[in-house]
């Protein structure tokens, strides 16, 4: 079965980076649309950043344009989320999730949408 697993999240202060990263197995990875979402306590769950199976293109929520960045290793099963210049407001569980069908279009990704879902990472940032 499809499995994903999300690592890299922890503790920083407000301006300081993290990496995380998401691997996933159960599925052809390289046909696969991916996306990383995040849910702030008492908040909806939110689509933080999205990419298409073959890299060419990527989406991101306003709030972390220029400060995120989306990509993956399809060599290795293995989605990212470099975060670059965090603010208290990104504190949230972060989870990677992909749809139930491959070659899904980006535009199409949303939390209701997505179908295999990590357990996720806690980001906590520090002012």
């Known amino acids: 079965q499809v499995q994903l697993v999300e690592s890299g999240g922890g503790l920083v202060q407000a301006g300081g980076s993290l990496r995380l990263s998401c691997a996933a197995s159960g599925l052809t990875f390289r046909d696969y649309a991916m996306g990383w979402f995040r849910q702030a306590p008492g908040k909806e769950r939110e689509s933080v950043a999205t990419i298409r199976w073959d890299s060419i293109s990527t989406d991101y929520v306003d709030s972390v344009k220029g400060r995120f960045t989306i990509f993956r290793a399809n060599n290795n099963n293995t989605l990212y989320l470099q975060m670059n210049s965090l603010k208290p407001e990104d504190t949230a569980v972060y989870y990677c999730?992909?749809?139930?069908?491959?070659?899904?279009?980006?535009?199409?990704?949303?939390?209701?949408?997505?179908?295999?879902w990590g357990k996720g990472t806690l980001v906590t940032v520090s002012s």
């Open positions: 999730a992909a749809p139930k069908r491959p070659f899904v279009s980006i535009a199409a990704m949303r939390p209701g949408t997505m179908d295999y």
